[in-house]
């Protein structure tokens, strides 16, 4: 009896021990080749984290997949993939956990090709240290540096830089003085304060659990004596409590609580609290957790908040300190990383999501981008694959924040394509522009409905979209004229005409697409609240930026008309010898030919203009307006 009590409090006291360990997450990152792979399995190998079928496995491996002759290579422990075993390197971001006595761990493996500079950002995310790896006989390489904008970009403050492959260069103290030289003045420009430089062989243990004899000029810490004793610094400033709702949980009518992760700060029954956006207080009643009420939630806990007074707060609220608040804004300067295989472009509508909520958002400028070699500003009008840029974000409402120095879970962002639900941007929030509150629609007494009826009339955009030489300012000037002379008010936004005054400024570009589009859609949307009927004639090849224009209008009031022409028809009527110079090379971004259109999906007609004739194709458009 007394051996098995032991033994039960040995395990119970084992347990106690190991959920009092702090967590820590770090990522290894750095260019390809370098050995973070190796790293990581060789740590996970001397913290005695694999079981004897793993090891038994990994020797397997190695015989079969190995680049490490007879030995054992340690980077199978994380290159999964099939195509990451063939080529020996790694492509997505491999997570792995183990822990020490003293401390249990998170590691991302991250991969250092430049393709995939995506997949290390999202490793980089969560992460409170990265450890930077450095060939000794290759020094610093454009991907490091790369690699390291983006750790500073993603407010990660400690940096382990681990010169690996030390036993390739004799274990020269020179060679290692002057690489941690070049990084720490690389590291001063990204202002990343706290850099610790280790020599380092990943394949044969060196400085990895304990200091290594064959590096006698070092006498600073192990990698793992490094990982189990630093305390990373979070945010700068200590801010008040702050809480995304996640779920409003309703589980009877005698109860409603809000549930989420603490961001930031501390809260206690009877604190007076604020519900943001919309700005009304109230204070908590009780701190709900699976494990009973709390009389203190702190910051990282699960918590559910009832509150004394009932309040309308949904997902995406946020609830805080009603004496230090978040800001409220619905315009931001922001650092966006753009992950899309299509390039970002300005105006072009993605969703944005930042914590639990989601709001349509598009980027209004892009002041520059960042060379992430030299970090130097570059000119941009768009961004593409991997880059990184300085931008103006509009949102359609404003969202409760923190900018991303002070604190990750209300400052960060992603940008989603609103056709494909795909991830395209990871981004950080810097600071507002505008305060949401600032701006407010103005009461205008003679309103839409008014200027309609006098006119007799249901405001409508009809939108031609085709090919150029398609038809459609022929069919919409049509539709135009028999419209006026049956006594309704019209008015036609033709694309060249526009492009001789409003849009002259604009060029080809997709970029310039994108603006054209978003310009005309908001004049159309002005005249369309004057009463009138707008027939748009733009040839508008983007789906995304279509749908721009038709979110801008009520349901029913803006109809889509695809003047359905096969390029090669629109090629051979030509009317203006456009196709020509395309096809001679005279004019570029033409649409057809080396610029895309993109078929309508859902438009509320299609014209055929092989089958049917401009006069009856004018007709269908003008039944369906006065039917």
């Known amino acids: 009896m007394t051996r098995a009590h032991d033994a039960d409090a040995a395990v119970a006291s084992y347990l106690a021990r190991h959920e009092s360990r702090d967590l820590l997450r770090f990522i290894t990152c750095g260019s390809v080749d370098d050995g973070k792979s190796t790293l990581i399995g060789r740590?996970?190998?001397?913290?005695?984290?694999?079981?004897?079928?793993?090891?038994?496995?990994?020797?397997?491996?190695?015989?079969?997949?190995?680049?490490?002759?007879?030995?054992?290579?340690?980077?199978?422990?994380?290159?999964?993939?099939?195509?990451?075993?063939?080529?020996?390197?790694?492509?997505?971001?491999?997570?792995r956990f183990f822990n020490t006595d003293k401390r249990k761990f998170i590691v991302a493996d991250c991969p250092g090709h430049e393709q995939y500079t995506r997949n290390m950002a999202t490793g980089a995310s969560t992460a409170d240290v990265a450890v930077v790896l450095v060939d000794a006989r290759k020094g610093l390489l454009a991907q490091t540096r790369r690699h390291s904008y983006i750790v500073s970009l993603l407010g990660i403050r400690h940096v382990l830089l681990a010169v690996n492959k030390m036993d390739l260069v004799g274990y020269d103290f020179a060679v290692f003085d002057e690489i941690v030289a070049g990084y720490r003045e690389l590291a001063a420009q990204l202002g990343i304060e706290h850099v610790q430089a280790i020599p380092l062989s990943a394949l044969r243990g060196d400085n990895l659990r304990e200091r290594s004899a064959n590096t006698p000029w070092y006498d600073g810490p192990s990698v793992l004596?490094?990982?189990?004793?630093?305390?990373?610094?979070?945010?700068?400033?200590?801010?008040?409590?702050r809480l995304p709702v996640q779920w409003v949980n309703r589980p009877n009518q005698d109860f409603r609580g809000f549930a989420g992760t603490v961001a930031a700060g501390s809260i206690r029954p009877g604190d007076e609290v604020v519900a943001l956006p919309s700005g009304r207080r109230s204070s908590v009643a009780r701190i709900v957790t699976a494990d009973g009420d709390l009389d203190v939630a702190r910051e990282g806990q699960a918590i559910t908040l009832t509150l004394r007074d009932e309040l309308d707060i949904s997902r995406g609220d946020v609830i805080a300190d009603a004496h230090d608040p978040p800001q409220v804004a619905d315009q931001f300067a922001a650092h966006v990383l753009w992950m899309g295989e299509q390039p970002l472009l300005p105006g072009?509508?993605?969703?944005?999501?930042?914590?639990?909520?989601?709001?349509?958002?598009?980027?209004?400028?892009?002041?520059?981008?960042?060379?992430?070699?030299?970090?130097?500003?570059?000119?941009?009008?768009?961004?593409?694959?991997?880059?990184?840029g300085f931008c103006n974000l509009y949102l359609d409402q404003g969202v409760p924040f923190e900018a991303y120095a002070d604190n990750r879970a209300m400052g960060g962002f992603i940008l989603i394509d609103r056709q494909t639900s795909a991830t395209v941007a990871a981004g950080t929030l810097a600071?507002?522009?505008?305060?949401?509150?600032?701006?407010?629609?103005?009461?205008?007494?003679?309103?839409?409905?008014?200027?309609?009826?006098?006119?007799g009339q249901v405001p409508r955009v009809l939108w031609f979209t085709g090919l150029s030489g398609s038809g459609k300012s022929t069919i919409a000037n049509l539709v135009d004229k028999r419209l006026h002379a049956m006594g309704y008010h019209t008015f036609i936004l033709d694309g060249d005409n526009v492009r001789h005054g409003l849009n002259k400024d604009l060029g080809f570009t997709a970029e310039d697409r994108v603006e054209n589009i978003r310009r005309v859609a908001e004049v159309a949307k002005l005249m369309s609240d004057a009463g009138l009927i707008v027939l748009v004639s733009f040839i508008s090849p983007f789906r995304a930026e279509r749908r721009m224009a038709r979110?801008?209008?009520?349901?029913?009031?803006?109809?889509?008309?695809?003047?359905?022409?096969?390029?090669?028809?629109?090629?051979?009527?030509?009317?203006?010898?456009?196709?020509?110079?395309?096809?001679?090379?005279?004019?570029?971004?033409?649409?057809?030919?080396?610029?895309?259109?993109?078929?309508?999906?859902?438009?509320?007609?299609?014209?055929?203009?092989?089958?049917?004739?401009?006069?009856r194709l004018a007709q269908r458009v003008i039944d369906y307006v006065t039917g």
């Open 348 to 388: 072009r509508p993605y969703w944005l999501k930042i914590g639990a909520r989601t709001v349509s958002a598009s980027v209004t400028e892009i002041k520059h981008k960042t060379d992430v070699n030299t970090q130097e500003p570059l000119a941009a009008k768009h961004l593409e694959l991997n880059e990184v």
């Open 551 to 615: 979110e801008l209008f009520a349901p029913g009031e803006f109809v889509e008309v695809h003047i359905d022409t096969p390029l090669a028809v629109a090629e051979q009527r030509d009317v203006k010898g456009l196709y020509a110079k395309a096809r001679a090379g005279q004019l570029r971004n033409f649409t057809g030919i080396d610029s895309p259109y993109e078929v309508p999906e859902a438009a509320e007609l299609r014209l055929d203009t092989v089958s049917e004739s401009a006069e």
């Open 225 to 241: 004596d490094y990982l189990e004793t630093i305390e990373p610094v979070r945010t700068e400033r200590e801010l008040g409590f």
């Open 43 to 95: 740590l996970l190998f001397e913290s005695r984290a694999l079981f004897a079928d793993q090891l038994a496995a990994l020797e397997s491996d190695s015989r079969r997949h190995g680049t490490q002759g007879d030995e054992i290579d340690y980077a199978l422990l994380l290159d999964g993939l099939s195509a990451e075993r063939e080529q020996g390197i790694t492509i997505d971001v491999a997570y």
């Open 431 to 455: 600071f507002a522009l505008r305060r949401a509150g600032n701006i407010h629609w103005q009461h205008l007494d003679v309103d839409k409905a008014a200027r309609a009826r006098i006119k």
